[in-house]
């Protein structure tokens, strides 16, 4: 189908949910009180590694209708928190509380109460008798201290991707460059904080209320720690208030189940800001070190990487991220041979895991400010250089992941520039002395799922076609805020012809929807919505043969419409006169495994002015340009990449989560962790490039995760560009810039 002739593909259909939202009638978990539910609140550890020598509760539970447990009453049962189907052997090294606190924020006591001035109240009024030990900070001692954190004697999570000759690939090279890149911890910063309810049903049934990413993996850790069969498990996916990766682990959900069904009583536990930034995860930070063989023609003969991660106190996902980075690097430009090795550390600081883009902000920001670095250093041009190096269309990945697809990256890089006007800028410009003006670029690729990975990956929906023309799609997918839900709705409108307003799109009911594999690796429009597309494609080709049989004539389904003898039938009329006459209802049931895993691209450049003497950044111009394959709902799309490059900046500049020599977080509230504004965001020009990907709805996929990838190293490269620097250690705070600025002088 030729994209113009489209009905509801590529057009901007309002969200289902913009209204209610814009007149606060978008209810969240905090909105709505559940009856006799006790209210939650958790006594965190003021030392990041310590252990309870004694704890006192006794003045607590004066107060009436307090109850409280705490590390000695829960199980000693241990989860991980990044896991999300069983059997996949993530080390488990968390509990639901702790006597030994492993970071400032760690849960030791459940405080519960009918009000939250109470619970809080109560809180107060523990006494905890510790006895500190010395915190795991630095990641360069992490290895060796990690007796004092952990008694499992993993003093690290190694992991490594290999190929090819790599020792003859630099023993061939012209040239070797190195450098190393830190990336800071960063907070989500979504608006609404963590919560969770849970609520025992009868027949042993614990239900759990949270706005999740992976209801199945919520499940899945529950039942672990109850010992319930995932049948008694009944999880629902609530209304959302943002997450980028920040709600894909669990955290406070399986200690609010395990609360609620000792005391047979629902529990809910809402956190506040500081709460939330002490206690739940973080991006992971990382240092990386990075070796490229070159010949004498610019061409990359191979790299090798040297990379640490700091999973904080416990490991939680952080592993899998720092593979998923190893697996990145060969998916972007061609390298012949690779060494990839990694490992993650824990340290007393707040646990990392997903955080939107999954290791990609990392491993890119990494790579791309090394390549500009080895461009300046040799003289190579840094587009040519890319352009001969980047991936073409369909290559292999050499590591042995999917196939790349229908690449535009090379596209994306060549329109940008002329867009941009890249080679009359990138000659830096000096205004008054003491402001310097550059200009830098990044690319990147990510993923669309989990195909030809170690982990499964398939979507399973049902869609029905109803008395009334209308149509609900039953899926176990999760709205995180980014219109997920209309998207699916505009693809069965697509090919339904079922007016996209009469369309209800399901989210994750554990009980009463289908397995899927949850909101990550950025599978939800090319796994999910080809799901949604082809459960459509199965329900229109039921409701013809059916239809066929109800009038003894062939009726056929063309282009959102049904007819008979060249005459259009009425949906729903049909329908009805199929239930009445037939017996038999219009639905569909569709289990999806995809076959490809595709790589989405992008290009940003920017433009910022450096005050060399304040060592502030001010970003001129941005834009953004993105190999998507089909948009779905452009403005969906141009929403993702505007908040994508608001969190890279954030990345690339300002944000981040600092801990002294004890292990104390200097950032504990918005007042000290400081994010990017309206006031200082840039007018944002996008190019999208639609080139229809094979596999996916349409010919769509990703953009949520991909879009804030490589926003940190163009604005990186940039600053680098106009002060002639070479700064590597994110973010690049005012006072960093200053000081770079001051040893160029000596």
């Not at 895991?353 to 999954?358: I, L």
Request: with cysteine; proline share 4%.
């Amino acid at each position: 189908m030729d994209k113009r002739s489209y009905n509801y593909i590529g057009k901007n259909i309002i969200r289902c949910d913009a209204v209610d939202k814009v007149q606060g009638r978008f209810l969240y978990l905090l909105d709505e009180p559940f009856p006799n539910a006790l209210f939650g609140v958790i006594l965190m550890s003021p030392h990041a590694n310590a252990t309870v020598k004694s704890i006192d509760v006794s003045e607590a539970i004066k107060i009436e209708g307090v109850e409280i447990f705490t590390y000695f009453d829960a199980p000693s049962i241990k989860y991980n928190s990044g896991e999300w189907f069983p059997g996949q052997g993530d080390f488990p090294d968390e509990t639901i509380l702790t006597g030994h606190p492993r970071h400032v924020g760690d849960r030791i006591a459940l405080v519960m109460a009918e009000t939250e001035e109470k619970a809080r109240k109560a809180r107060d009024l523990v006494r905890v008798e510790y006895k500190i030990m010395p915190a795991v900070v630095s990641l360069d001692t992490a290895g060796e201290m990690a007796g004092i954190l952990h008694e499992d004697g993993q003093k690290s999570f190694d992991g490594s991707v290999c190929y090819g000759d790599i020792e003859n690939a630099f023993s061939q090279a012209t040239y070797i460059e190195s450098d190393t890149v830190t990336t800071p911890k960063v907070h989500h910063a979504a608006m609404e904080t963590h919560s969770v309810l849970a609520i025992p049903r009868p027949g042993d049934v614990i239900e759990v209320r949270t706005p999740c990413q992976i209801t199945f993996g919520v499940q899945h850790s529950v039942a672990q720690v109850l010992k319930l069969p995932l049948s008694k498990i009944r999880v629902i996916k609530t209304n959302m208030g943002g997450t980028f990766g920040g709600k894909q682990e669990v955290v406070f959900e399986v200690l609010c189940a395990w609360a609620a069904n000792k005391l047979k009583r629902p529990v809910f536990i809402n956190t506040t800001r500081e709460e939330t930034i002490i206690s739940t995860r973080t991006r992971a930070a990382t240092k990386g070190r990075v070796e490229t063989a070159i010949d004498t023609q610019g061409v990359i003969l191979g790299r090798r990487f040297d990379i640490t991660v700091d999973a904080g106190a416990y490991l939680t996902g952080t592993k899998k991220v720092m593979m998923a980075m190893g697996k990145k690097v060969s998916r972007l430009y061609r390298i012949p041979a690779l060494d990839y090795r990694g490992r993650t550390l824990r340290t007393s600081t707040t646990p990392a895991g997903a955080c939107r883009g999954y290791g990609s902000p990392q491993i890119h920001t990494i790579t791309e400010i090394h390549t500009d670095l080895l461009c300046s250093r040799l003289g190579f041009d840094p587009l040519e250089f890319r352009i001969k190096n980047l991936l073409n269309e369909f290559e292999e990945d050499l590591s042995g992941g999917a196939n790349i697809g229908k690449a535009r990256v090379i596209k994306c890089l060549k329109k940008g520039s002329e867009a941009f006007g890249w080679e009359k800028s990138k000659t830096p410009k000096v205004s008054r002395g003491r402001f310097f003006t550059g200009s830098g670029f990044a690319c990147c690729t990510h993923g669309n799922g989990y195909y030809k990975t170690k982990y499964h990956d398939f979507s399973n929906m049902s869609l029905r076609i109803l008395e009334d023309g209308s149509a609900i799609l039953r899926a176990s997918i999760q709205e995180l805020g980014s219109g997920a839900t209309t998207a699916l709705a505009q693809i069965v409108a697509e090919v339904t012809g079922i007016d996209v307003s009469k369309i209800t799109v399901t989210e994750t009911d554990t009980q009463f929807t289908s397995y899927d594999s949850g909101c990550q690796a950025s599978r939800v429009i090319y796994v999910c919505g080809e799901c949604a597309r082809l459960v459509s494609e199965a329900a229109v080709k039921m409701l013809s043969q059916e239809a066929s049989k109800l009038l003894d004539k062939p009726v056929r389904f063309s282009e959102g419409s049904l007819i008979c003898e060249g005459k259009i039938l009425e949906i729903g009329e049909t329908v009805r006169e199929i239930m009445e006459k037939r017996r038999v209802s219009i639905e569909a049931h569709y289990e999806h495994r995809p076959v490809m895993n595709p790589a989405s691209f992008g290009a940003h450049f920017t433009e910022v002015t450096v005050d060399k003497l304040t060592g502030l950044v001010k970003i001129n111009r941005y834009l953004a340009v993105h190999d998507i394959g089909q948009a779905i709902n452009e403005s969906f799309v141009r929403g993702q990449i505007f908040g994508g490059v608001q969190m890279g900046i954030g990345m690339a500049l300002c944000e981040e989560l600092p801990f002294d020599s004890n292990g104390m977080p200097k950032a504990r509230n918005f007042d000290k962790y400081h994010l990017i504004n309206a006031p200082d965001m840039p007018d944002t020009e996008i190019i999208l490039i639609e080139d229809s990907e094979p596999g996916g709805p349409f010919g769509a996929k990703s953009i949520g995760e991909i879009s804030t990838v490589p926003v940190s190293a163009a604005i990186v490269n940039a600053v680098n560009r106009a002060l002639g620097s070479s700064l590597t250690d994110l973010p690049l705070t005012p006072a960093k810039i200053v000081q770079a600025v001051a040893e160029q002088k000596e």
